[in-house]
């Protein structure tokens, strides 16, 4: 009777299977670091706009609730500032249009070099005379 034959092969991966598996995880793991790195980018970048803006709206309504014969005590140029952690350049500019009218421009320049400055432009007016709001006039 012949010998049976045995089957030598043995269970596990093969070496190329190692290799492919290896790779197709290399490529895996490379593309997240990519997906994390432009999250943290992007939640840098969103960090920054709120406080330019939250900077800006500040500003605008600090003018805004200004008095008027005050406005006109304010100085154009710019101003380097710090709200909490942002530094920030603003350049204000107020020009008289009419006796009773300013027009008022806030521009909030980032220190970041790599954020654009954005910028407000309100008018105020003195309100006229026999109304409510007319306490000085």
Do not use: H
């Not at 790779?23 to 997906?35: E, P, Q």
């Not at 600090?62 to 350049?89: E, N, P, Y």
């Amino acid at each position: 009777m012949p010998a049976k034959r045995r089957s030598r092969r043995r269970g596990g991966f093969s070496l190329a299977e190692v290799i492919i598996a290896l790779t197709v995880l290399s490529v895996a793991m490379m593309l997240l670091a990519r997906l994390s790195y432009l999250v943290s980018q992007s939640g840098r970048t969103n960090d920054l706009v709120a406080k330019r803006n939250a900077a800006l709206a500040q500003e605008a309504g600090r003018f805004g609730v200004m008095g008027f014969t005050d406005i006109a005590k304010q100085s154009s140029g710019s101003t380097l500032m710090l709200v909490g952690d942002f530094t920030f350049t603003r350049r204000l500019t107020i020009t008289a249009t009419k006796s009773n009218w300013y027009t008022i421009k806030v521009v909030v320049a980032p220190q970041a070099s790599e954020f654009r400055a954005d910028s407000v432009t309100f008018s105020r007016t003195r309100p006229g005379t026999g109304t409510t709001l007319c306490i000085t006039c």
